[in-house]
């Protein structure tokens, strides 16, 4: 079973389209987290959520919205999708603030 | 902070030599600190943790060496292999559990 699980793994898309990317995680982890990697491998948290409660918004445009239906769910709406969201996109989960566990991401490319 | 080079930092290393991987991190109220190992089209996967309380934890041919008067972290890998042929991110967790990635290094292994 795959702890943390990302769908879809490739997503190609016009611009100005709106699309969502989901993520599970079967690890019972109280947190989850999205995570933004550019085409210089640099990786910059987005957002992060604790028991279904928003607790980390970095200064992410609010084209960009999160929603967590339960603790095992972090799903990531776009709307109004820019050539720069291309990036792969990272799911994470942890538990008490220990190490983070990744999906293996959803490449975005907005063309 | 953002990565500000064009390229990301490479080393080169001839199988079954030793690795050694370095990272500067800039918070000096880290408490604890990640290595992570990312493959092509994979996730960051965990490979050795260390706490702020510690100056040196070993696993698996894989050490970490924390130095907080300079605010430096290391990995070394002993008789690096060419699986071993990945980038790796130093990670530095914040207050309230934030997870900070460096910018990570590509370590190339020649057979």
């Known amino acids: 079973d795959t702890a943390v699980s990302q769908t879809p793994k490739y997503l190609v898309t016009q611009m100005g389209n709106d699309k969502s990317i989901k993520c599970e995680q079967n690890?019972?982890?109280?947190?989850m987290y999205w995570y933004k990697q550019d085409s210089k491998k640099f990786l910059k948290i987005m957002f992060s959520y604790n028991n279904k409660e928003l607790i980390i918004n970095e200064t992410v445009p609010n084209r960009f919205s999160p929603k967590s239906p339960d603790k095992a769910h972090l799903n990531l709406h776009i709307n109004s999708l820019e050539l720069g969201d291309s990036a792969v996109y990272f799911c994470?989960?942890?538990?008490?603030?220990?190490?983070?566990?990744f999906g293996s991401g959803t490449r975005l490319t907005v063309v | 902070g953002e990565s500000v080079g064009l390229h990301l930092p490479t080393l080169s290393v001839q199988e079954g030599d030793n690795s050694i991987i370095n990272c500067a991190y800039s918070?000096?109220?880290?408490?604890?600190f990640i290595w992570y190992k990312q493959e092509s089209g994979k996730g960051p996967q965990f490979i050795i943790d260390?706490?702020?309380?510690?100056d040196k934890r070993q696993g698996q041919r894989v050490t970490v060496l924390l130095n907080k008067t300079v605010k430096h972290l290391s990995l070394q890998i002993a008789a690096t292999q060419p699986g071993d042929s990945a980038v790796y991110f130093c990670a530095e967790r914040l207050g309230g559990g934030k997870l900070i990635f460096g910018q990570g290094t590509e370590l190339s292994v020649k057979p």
């Open positions: 918070n000096s109220a880290s408490d604890y």
């Open positions: 690890l019972g982890h109280d947190t």
């Open positions: 994470a989960s942890s538990q008490g603030g220990g190490g983070y566990t």
């Open positions: 260390i706490r702020s309380n510690m």
